[in-house]
């Protein structure tokens, strides 16, 4: 990789490797080129779910900063298992490191250690298959005329493609596939201060996307005008705290102070907090998916707690599809909620029918077929005293490829359940997502291509109920006003916020690939 790009009449420099170490020597880098732990991780999940691209944190005015941000994006984990990053800044000199595998793998008390300064920013994320490089990890780090710039994002530009072609013609050479990269060369190519370069990119942008960048001075948070990925500021003693999800806060102990708005880019320097607008707030859009299955249980997205929705979604479940049964079970870990709502809407008891063994990670071993078929029982387990001889409700998320739950209903009836009635506490997944979720290609989502009677049939269940549309709505609550109150369903309705050239919108990636 060359150390230094031009474009245009801009110039971008790209450190050497060896810079990414926060301190370390090459040789002592952990950079990982092949059968990695987590390489890939989301393309054979044996949860069949849709996966969350990324999570960002990010910290200015305190001391402890690159140490917060390890702690703020350990319990961003679960948005991210793939890769990791966190840059800070010393007194105008930035150190960094990325790395392939978790936050607990790729950091530890030396190059914390390193990574020196008050202010700091740092990202974990998921990628997609042919994406598995330490290249594409964040925060992506470059320097241009005004000095060092790092920048870290969660989300997908829809039109990215046409926005890199347009630079390419231009003279800008592309370092990485990252879309992130295109924000980079947008500010670079910029006549105009910072803050203004920074509004000029983002308003050519479309897509939802919650960004972090850092300069040697300031530490800049946006959303998009409809505010589909989430990012939340806090407050540490005197310190700003920014990150995708509250339960980051929770971890470090800092209070919460408010969801970042859509269209809204806040900047921090030597002079504190600026609030102002790049784009005016156009329909507000909030990925439903977070409040279903991605955000953790203990974290608020616009002041709703996402287990207490998640109850009500369960509640409004069992209004809409009452079966009559000896027990209510829910898919680890995400359906927890939903199904301890149905039971306690329908006073059919809450049983722990299937537990999931959370030691069970992603080994070097590339197995069969038939072994990664039998799999599942290494990573779920259904409680045979608990089911044998009973009608089961079983309560998920979602279906996406349907897979998964074939499996998991099989594993219900091995164990002697005499019924499997299947409640999914979400509308169908009928159609895929251009704005930060990892889904399949339409052809592969079951719901897209099947009846719910059909599926019911493929997936082995004695019943199958999805949640209505309105009874999501109704659950979550949010903004009565609004069009959806406020969600994005498109991957419910193929109803998108945006404008979507679907022949070159990447709708199986997100600005982290």
């Known amino acids: 990789m060359p150390d230094e790009v031009k474009s245009g009449t801009a110039r971008l420099a790209y450190p050497p490797s060896g810079q990414a170490l926060g301190g370390l020597a090459p040789s002592e880098a952990r950079f990982w080129t092949g059968d990695y732990y987590n390489e890939g991780n989301g393309q054979e999940e044996i949860f069949d779910k849709a996966k969350e691209e990324c999570g960002v944190f990010g910290v200015f005015g305190h001391p402890d900063a690159a140490n917060l941000s390890y702690y703020g994006l350990h319990a961003l984990q679960h948005r991210g298992e793939e890769s990791c990053g966190i840059c800070s800044s010393e007194d105008g000199t930035f150190h960094y490191h990325r790395g392939m595998g978790l936050v607990k793998e790729v950091f530890d008390r030396e190059r914390l250690g390193a990574l020196k300064g008050d202010r700091a920013i740092g990202h974990v994320r998921y990628s997609t298959s042919g994406s598995s490089k330490l290249a594409n990890a964040q925060p992506l780090v470059f320097k241009y005329r005004d ?23 231009q003279g800008s050479i592309f370092q990485t596939s990252s879309d992130t990269e295109v924000i980079a060369h947008l ?6 201060d910072l803050v203004e370069a920074v509004k000029d990119a983002f308003a050519r942008l479309i897509g939802g996307y919650a960004f972090l960048i850092m300069t040697k001075d300031r530490l800049i948070a946006a959303c998009d005008p409809n505010g589909f990925r989430p990012l939340v500021m806090g407050r540490l003693g005197d310190a700003y705290i920014f990150a995708s999800e509250t339960c980051a806060f929770e971890t470090i102990g800092a209070e919460y102070v408010r969801d970042v708005q859509p269209g809204e880019i806040l900047i921090l320097d030597k002079n504190g907090l600026r609030e102002e607008r790049f784009a005016p707030m156009e329909r507000r859009a909030v990925c439903a998916m977070e409040y279903i299955y991605f955000a953790r249980p203990d974290s608020d997205i616009n002041q709703i707690n996402l287990h207490s929705s998640r109850k009500r979604m369960g509640r409004q479940l069992a209004l809409e599809s009452f079966v009559d049964a000896d027990i209510v079970t829910g898919v680890p870990d995400s359906s927890i909620s939903a199904a301890i709502g149905y039971a306690e809407q329908t006073g059919i008891p809450y049983e722990l029918g299937l537990i999931k063994n959370k030691y069970t990670g992603r080994t070097f071993i590339q197995p069969s077929q038939e072994l990664r078929e039998k799999g599942v029982k290494m990573k779920l387990s259904a409680v045979r005293k608990v089911v044998e001889g009973k009608r089961v409700v079983m309560i998920d998320d979602s279906i996406v490829r349907g897979t998964t739950s074939l499996r998991i209903v099989n594993m219900l009836r091995e164990a002697g359940a005499t019924e499997v009635h299947v409640r999914i506490s979400s509308p169908p997944f009928m159609n895929p997502c251009y704005y930060g979720i990892d889904t399949p290609n339409p052809k592969d989502l079951i719901a897209n291509t099947k009846t719910v009677e059909e599926i019911r049939k493929a997936i082995n269940a004695d019943s199958l109920y999805f949640l209505s549309k309105n009874g999501l709505m109704e659950a979550v609550g949010g903004h009565e006003n609004e069009k959806n109150r406020g969600l994005c369903l498109s991957c419910f309705d193929h109803d998108y916020p945006t404008k979507v050239q679907f022949e070159l919108a990447k709708a199986t990636s997100c600005s982290c690939d």
């Open 147 to 169: 000095g060092d710039l790092a920048v870290c994002t969660n989300g997908n530009l829809v039109n990215e493609p046409v926005i890199r072609r347009e630079l390419e013609e």
């Open 187 to 192: 500010i670079a190519r910029s006549p105009k």
